[in-house]
């Protein structure tokens, strides 16, 4: 089922504070004006599908808007698929199963989901948005700034409320941050704090009230420009004109707002179908002390979505890929992993795309790691490489069950990795066997602290 949105646009606006504590950049903030005054948006929805979906089963729900995904997880997920496939979907139409979840591919990044029961069972509503979601997964970041940069006392955990409601943001205590922020909207820190009013409306998917607290922040002030770019992101108009890119550009702007400008801009550039330029521009933000370190799970997607992408763009993310910190570790390693191991494997290299998926086998959950590890067991052999496409198989013996080991994939791989130590064959060398019994100590500490072990035993 498909309908329009018909909700209208707010003609109301609050009046701005006025604070002239800070010089405005007066070229910028006239590029913000536009956006504030023309964004009434409270209701961005372009269209509206929904699924009916089995009453009996339960069923989980993860969005990846950068991905064009929505994901369902269930105890019976061919069931699931099954009813989903025999719905009217236009917004997201190819539907697979993929490591016992549901896979919806949407036909836009500007998707967003959730569940709405009636009576007897739930509908998987989908929404397709005029602007990227502002909530949830690749949403509107929240990047803290320290306190003294911002002259509002010492360090953490800071003294008044602007500052506890800064540092409260850094440990994502949500709700101390809101009430910190809430007594500080009387107060000299009002426009901070309008700013981050809004921006914990938004997390909270309350668009209409962010939409009024960024409002209430003054031009005049170095905050004004950052109220400008959050109302430039959910007005389409803005969104999409020559302004966005000069308003977004974090330039010369000060040290504690440069972060802040700098993931926006990449959030914008990816959904816009940049990823590669905005993984780029995030290259060296994924330390501890960069960007990156207050959205990760951003980041990763970001990364990811320009290592979904063809051709030489593809390859230069699996350079940015093999020069990021933790890679193997952390928000989607394993999402990373695959998407780098399937560049590599398409541009000729089978075996650095196996290296790829066992250097994050420990990371990978029971429920998808027979199909990981036999991935990677297959990229081994087709590189010809039958000493760790052996040790694969020997990981796969002791962590996965008898059932798992005995379906035609892995009972194909096991003969597979059984060919090639026939008498005919020649002999691995010795340096090869010490490397992959060196590699197998190291992957077996590694899986031993993966979750969820299978039960079963070994066949």
Not at 148 to 168: I, M, Q, R, T, Y
Not at 343 to 356: E, K
């Amino acid at each position: 089922m498909i309908e329009r949105s018909a909700i209208g646009k707010d003609p109301r606006a609050r009046p701005l504070q006025c604070a002239a504590s800070v010089a405005p950049l007066a070229a910028l903030l006239t590029l913000a004006l536009p956006a504030a005054a023309a964004t009434g948006g409270v209701d961005l929805t372009e269209s509206i599908e929904r699924i009916p979906l089995p009453a009996e089963l339960s069923v989980s729900l993860r969005v990846e808007p950068l991905a064009s995904r929505v994901v369902l997880g269930s105890a019976d997920a061919a069931a699931l698929a099954r009813r989903v496939r025999a719905a009217s979907r236009a917004l997201c139409p190819e539907v697979g199963v993929e490591g016992g979840e549901v896979v919806l591919r949407c036909a836009t990044r500007d998707i967003a989901a959730g569940m709405v029961p009636y009576p007897g069972g739930q509908y998987l509503e989908l929404r397709q948005l005029q602007v990227p979601p502002w909530s949830g997964r690749d949403g509107l970041p929240v990047v803290p700034f320290e306190p003294e940069k911002l002259n509002l006392g010492s360090h953490c955990p800071g003294d008044g409320n602007a500052a506890v409601g800064e540092c409260a943001l850094t440990t994502g205590h949500w709700d101390v941050a809101e009430k910190s922020f809430r007594e500080a909207l009387s107060g000299p820190h009002s426009d901070l704090s309008a700013l981050r009013m809004g921006d914990l409306a938004a997390r909270a998917g309350n668009l209409r009230e962010a939409v009024a607290m960024w409002r209430r922040v003054s031009p005049s002030t170095a905050y004004g420009r950052l109220a400008g770019v959050r109302l430039c992101e959910v007005d389409p108009k803005c969104l999409h004109s020559p302004r966005a890119a000069i308003l977004f550009a974090p330039g010369e702007t000060p040290a504690p707002f440069r972060e802040d400008l700098l993931l926006r801009q990449a959030r914008m550039d990816a959904f816009q179908g940049r990823a590669l330029e905005a993984a780029q521009a995030l290259a060296r933000e994924h330390g501890p002390t960069g960007a990156c370190s207050a959205e990760p799970v951003l980041c990763a997607d970001i990364l990811l979505a320009a290592l979904r992408e063809p051709g030489a763009r593809g390859v230069q993310a699996l350079s940015l890929y093999l020069e990021t910190p933790s890679r193997d570790r952390g928000p989607g390693a394993v999402a990373l992993a695959r998407a780098a191991s399937d560049q590599a494997a398409t541009n000729g290299a089978p075996v650095f795309a196996a290296n790829l998926l066992a250097n994050t086998s420990g990371e990978v959950p029971q429920g998808q790691l027979s199909d990981h590890l036999a991935r990677a067991t297959e990229l081994y052999l087709s590189g010809d490489d039958r000493v760790r496409a052996g040790v694969l198989l020997d990981f796969a013996r002791s962590r996965l069950t008898k059932a798992e080991l005995a379906s035609p994939r892995w009972t194909r791989l096991s003969r597979g990795v059984a060919s090639r130590y026939l008498p005919t064959a020649p002999a691995p060398k010795p340096a090869e066997v010490a490397g992959a019994e060196e590699e197998l100590r190291a992957a077996r500490k590694a899986l031993a602290s993966a979750p969820g072990r299978p039960s079963g035993g070994t066949p």
